[in-house]
């Protein structure tokens, strides 16, 4: 499964973003990729994503497993068991 965290740098969220992806690398070993809206517009459109940050667990076909919207981020736990 792929992890994605989608979110704009330079935000008043941004620094709590990159702090839990840093915790999540610390816990878990593995990185969450990361992807700029205004970079890859065409993933935000496929995925329906309009609210940052977004944090979506995706399957093998491109299937949304679970998804978090906004600003409260999920636990580490929560997300660690779609990182595979």
Known sequence: MRVVCVFKDNQDYSRA???WLTNVYRQT??????IDPDRD???CE???IVEYPTI????????VKASWRGREL??????SYYMV
């Not at 070993?29 to 990361?34: A, M, P, Q």
């Not at 999920?74 to 997300?79: A, K, R, T």
């Open 17 to 19: 973003v990159n702090e």
């Open 56 to 63: 979506l667990a995706l399957g093998e076909q491109g299937d």
């Open 29 to 34: 070993g593995k990185e969450i990729e990361t």
């Open 41 to 43: 517009s065409s993933f």
């Open 74 to 79: 999920p636990l580490i736990n929560d997300v």
């Open 46 to 48: 496929a995925y329906d």
